[in-house]
């Protein structure tokens, strides 16, 4: 069995930082892709940052210049460095991964069950 959990969420005024972590667990072979994404209430799910096994990264322009994604592959671990943080940035964030499961052929999108990360004075 494998999870993929969140941790690092809370409350920070404007222009404050937040480090989210995102740990992957269980019988993991390896793992390509790990993502954060976040969803403000009355919004759609959308991609935040990723990053895959070699270290290259994708940022939605919002957050560009602010956020920093990075992993630990020997911890199975992805991390989300917030800098600079606006109201609008308030949402649940979620963690993926995209992992190879001993025994499997390919790899499984597994998701974490969110944090909230509320940005407000």
């Known amino acids: 069995q494998v999870q993929v959990v969140e941790s690092g969420g809370g409350k920070v005024q404007p222009g404050g930082s937040l480090r989210l972590s995102c740990a992957a667990s269980g019988m993991i072979f390896g793992i390509y892709t790990m993502g954060w994404y976040r969803q403000a209430p009355g919004k759609q799910r959308e991609l935040v940052a990723a990053?895959?096994?070699?270290?290259?990264?994708n940022y939605a322009d919002s957050v560009k210049g602010r956020f920093t994604i990075s992993r630990d592959n020997a911890k199975n671990t992805a991390y989300l460095q917030m800098n600079s943080l606006k109201p609008e940035d308030t949402a649940v964030y979620f963690c993926?991964?995209?992992?190879?499961?001993?025994?499997?052929?390919?790899?499984?999108?597994?998701w974490g069950q969110g944090t909230q990360v509320t940005v407000s004075s």
């Open positions: 993926n991964a995209d992992i190879w499961v001993v025994g499997d052929t390919k790899t499984t999108r597994y």
């Open positions: 990053i895959i096994h070699s270290g290259s990264t």
